[in-house]
């Protein structure tokens, strides 16, 4: 509203509603609250222990004021594409539970972000929860952003989760990408190249040289597209190190 | 009606500053139930029935904070514009972390710009008070 992205006539404050504040683990999935301070998810330990990207990225956004009172659920719904949550959510494949006066539904993360500050929720919806799969053992994430600054929005940010087979084949991968579209992003060309296979740092070096085939990354007034699309290559190739080497220490 | 307008105007604690009125600075930094908030982005009657901590309530007795005292010695501050807010995210920041590094103390007042002091003497002085504070100064 500061920025004058919004104008409404009126505004309801949902920040009495203290039971949409919490996580936990429940039936194979750690079910975060739509309240849940950034700061809270950046300390908690079930996120720190089955989901450092998402502590990583909430340890990243904007400063300790901004962290202690920005909730997840606000940061989905604002859906800033240069924002840390929604492209840390969207690699650990979070659904986005949502309520409205006739009842509830989960939404997929990838179907959820339409376009610059646009999401799949409804006028009568607000979002209360998030959902996200406990990974299975030997997995790891990591969560990187490049910006102008500390505290400033990312130039180029990456989120990556890897899993591994005991004979260390990677069987699941995601590689995100924030800042560069008008959504987060999937790297598929990166994830194609990586799946399957037994992951050393040359077959990250050439995945991560893929990671924004096909897309032309949004100029603004932080960079140009060309300079955004090396920024991606290289902090892909670094975050995408640090989750396989987590997953193979079986954080 | 913004908590920084309603906490200036209304209740004259002129203490807590507006610098940008956009969220980026920090001036206008008080605590909201225990935890830093910037006030200019916060409507006042969001904050009804809440406990709130402006800088003056930072000192007691007419005694300055371990924190105050130190920023004064160790020139934490030249024209003063930012220093409430520099106190309140110091304070905060010591609160969870009564031995802070200093990259630590760097990130936690990330969120409060200075324009005069290049930030050295701010670090130097948290530095201090949280070593006096941790011996048992004033700290109230």
Known sequence: ?251 | MLLVDFLRDKLELTGTHIGCDTGHCGACTIMLNDVTVKSCLLLAAQTNNSKILTIEGVSADGKLHSLQEAFLEHQGLQCGYCTPGMILSSLFLLKRNPAPSEDEIKKAIDGNLCRCTGYLGIVKAVKAAATRMRQGGVNH
Do not use: W
Request: hydrophobic residues 40%.
């Open chain 1, 1 to 251: 509203m500061k920025l004058r992205l919004a104008a409404p006539n009126a505004l309801i404050d949902i920040n009495g509603i203290t039971e949409l504040s919490y996580i936990r683990e429940e039936n194979g999935t750690i079910a975060i609250g739509a309240l849940t301070r950034h700061d809270e998810l950046s300390r908690n330990k079930i996120i720190q222990e089955k989901c450092v990207l998402l502590a990583e990225a909430a340890n990243v956004i904007a400063d300790q004021q901004v962290r202690n009172r920005g909730t997840i659920g606000g940061s989905l719904a604002h859906a800033d594409p240069t924002a840390d949550l929604p492209t840390a959510c969207m690699a650990v494949n979070a659904s986005i539970i949502t309520r409205s006066e006739s009842g509830s539904r989960s939404v997929a993360s990838r179907d959820f972000f339409r376009d610059f500050f646009t999401t799949a929720l409804e006028r009568d919806e607000i979002i209360q929860e998030v959902r996200i799969p406990i990974p299975p053992p030997r997995s790891g994430g990591a969560y990187t952003k490049l910006a102008k600054g500390h505290n400033d929005l990312a130039l180029v940010a990456v989120a990556a989760q890897a899993s591994l087979r005991s004979s260390d084949v990677c069987n699941a991968i995601s590689v995100v990408l924030g800042g560069i579209g008008s959504t987060p992003t999937h790297a598929t060309e990166t994830e194609k190249l990586l799946l399957g296979q037994v992951i050393d740092d040359r077959l990250i070096r050439e995945a991560s040289l893929k990671a924004a085939e096909g897309i032309t990354p949004n100029p603004d007034f932080r960079a140009t597209s060309e300079l955004k699309l090396k920024i991606a290559r290289t902090l892909t190739e670094r975050t995408v190190k640090t989750a396989v080497s987590r997953a193979h220490g079986g954080s």
